[in-house]
Structures are given as structure tokens and as C-alpha cells.
């Protein structure tokens, strides 16, 4: 290259096909960090991506909702197939105030699965591609899945029961991810989620059923503030949110100078 064809000093280096060095060598928006593929992103990546979107949404609505489940246990369970409405629902039928709960515990344990699949999508699509972006919120996230991951890949099958043990785990998540990622069908995986999640809600009903009556009295405090709690809630998730986003672009900012 001739000195007047010499980019100046400072200046990126044309290559001749309209592309400069800097440019070419810059990753693209979908290589980084925070993406769970390792590949160009196509329609169903998006799609499923999305749907955690959905959730996310759909459990912060939640939140503030929870104060009006003493009141309508039933519906709550059939719309979200809870474990704690399913036993509110128990204790208000043990006193004779809920006489079609046979068909809240069937329609609860079909709706307690209505996200699971979007788990199971996303390690079918990227492997451990979603467990990999939520452990790298913080070191002791990081710590949690790789326990949890390490249970999952023990106890196979079995980890579709024990995930619904209500542990300081996400064990639960990553069981679902495991079982995409590992070529496990949703058919399969359907079938596995559902008896495992019907047993857990038949025993929450029943503990609610053998404790009735008082129950029923704790969750009338409980009404009275529940209400304030969920609005904390919202605000604390809200609040935590914003000030992880903002460290993440201090970070990034300062990685950059």
C-alpha cells in the first residue's frame, strides 16, 4: 500500500470491500452477553424468548393479586394452579364451603403446567444456554445452578418430583431446561411434569383439607395484610431490577474506557 493510500494515523483501515477493520471485528448485538444462543437468532429464538417475557409479566400481575386469595382460592388455583391456593382451597372444603373441589384440584393440576414447556423449549433451542444467563446475575447465582444442575443430572426422571420441593434451589428450572437440552420429548416431558406436579398438589390439598377450620382463621389475618406485603413486593422487584440494570451498564461502561 502506497503512503497516500495509507489510512491517517487514528483512522480504521478500509479493506476494500466498503468494511473497516474495527467494524468487522466488532461482535454483532445477538453475540453479547446476556444472550442464551450461540447462533444467529431465528423466529423461534425470538419466539421463545418472549414467552419468558410472558411470564415475567404474568407473575408480576400476580403479585399484587395474591391479597384476594383467601377469597377465591378456587379461582386462583384454577387459574394458576398454585400450591397455596390448592391448599386454601383444601381447608375451605373441609368445612363444607367448597363442594365442586374436585373439579379445582383437576383444572389446577393442568394449569400448574402452563409455562413449564417454555423451559423445556428454550434448552431444546440453546441447551444450557438460558441456565448459563441466569447464573451470571451474581457469584452465588452462579453457585445455586451449578448445585442445582448437578442434582438434576443425578436424579434423571426423580428430579421432575423432587423439583416441586419447596428448596432454596432453582432446581426446578433447571430440571425443565436439562430435559430439552438432553433430547427429551415434550411428550415425555409433559407426562413427567404433570404426575409430578399433581402428586405435590393432591398433598397440599390434603394438608389443607386435615387442617381445615383453623386455617381458614390464619388466612383471614392473613387478608388483612396481604395486600401491603404484595405492593412491598412489587416495589422491592421493581426497585432491585433497575439498580441491577444500572451496575451492569456502569460496568460495561467501564470496561469499554
Known amino acids: 500500500m502506497s503512503e497516500q493510500q495509507k489510512p491517517a494515523d487514528g483512522e480504521p483501515e478500509d479493506r476494500g470491500d466498503g468494511v473497516t477493520s474495527d467494524e468487522s471485528t466488532e461482535p454483532e448485538w445477538w453475540e453479547s452477553d446476556g444472550m442464551p444462543w450461540k447462533k444467529k437468532p431465528g423466529k423461534a429464538d425470538y419466539a421463545c424468548l418472549a414467552w419468558f417475557g410472558v ?27 398454585g ?25 389446577a393440576s393442568l394449569t400448574s403446567l402452563k409455562f413449564d414447556w417454555v423451559y423445556w423449549w428454550a434448552g431444546k433451542l440453546w441447551g444450557r444456554g438460558m441456565i448459563e444467563v441466569w447464573a451470571s446475575n451474581s457469584k452465588r447465582a452462579a453457585r445455586n445452578y451449578a448445585r442445582a444442575e448437578r442434582w438434576a443430572e ?15 434451589l432453582p432446581l426446578m428450572q433447571v430440571v425443565f431446561v436439562l430435559s430439552g437440552a438432553a433430547g427429551m420429548s415434550l411428550k415425555r416431558f ?9 402428586i405435590w398438589l393432591v398433598f397440599y390439598f390434603w394438608l389443607g383439607w386435615r387442617f ?36 451492569k451498564e456502569k460496568a460495561r461502561k467501564a470496561g469499554r474506557a
Request: net charge neutral; hydrophobic share 60%; no cysteine.
Open 83 to 107: 400450591r397455596t391456593s390448592v391448599a386454601l382451597s383444601g381447608a375451605v372444603a373441609s368445612v363444607g364451603q367448597m363442594g365442586h373441589w374436585p373439579v379445582v384440584l383437576f383444572v
Open 154 to 168: 443425578k436424579l434423571g426422571p426423580l428430579g421432575f418430583f423432587i423439583a416441586y420441593i419447596p428448596i432454596p
Open 190 to 198: 409433559l407426562f413427567y411434569d404433570y404426575v409430578a406436579s399433581t
Open 212 to 247: 381445615g377450620a383453623p386455617v381458614v382463621d390464619v388466612l383471614e389475618i392473613y387478608a388483612r395484610y396481604a395486600g401491603y406485603v404484595a405492593i412491598a413486593l412489587v416495589v422491592f422487584i421493581i426497585v432491585s431490577t433497575f439498580m441491577a440494570q444500572s451496575k
Open 55 to 81: 411470564i415475567a409479566v404474568f407473575s408480576l400481575i400476580l403479585l399484587p393479586l395474591r391479597a384476594f386469595i383467601p377469597q377465591f382460592p378456587d379461582i386462583f388455583a384454577m387459574v394458576t394452579g
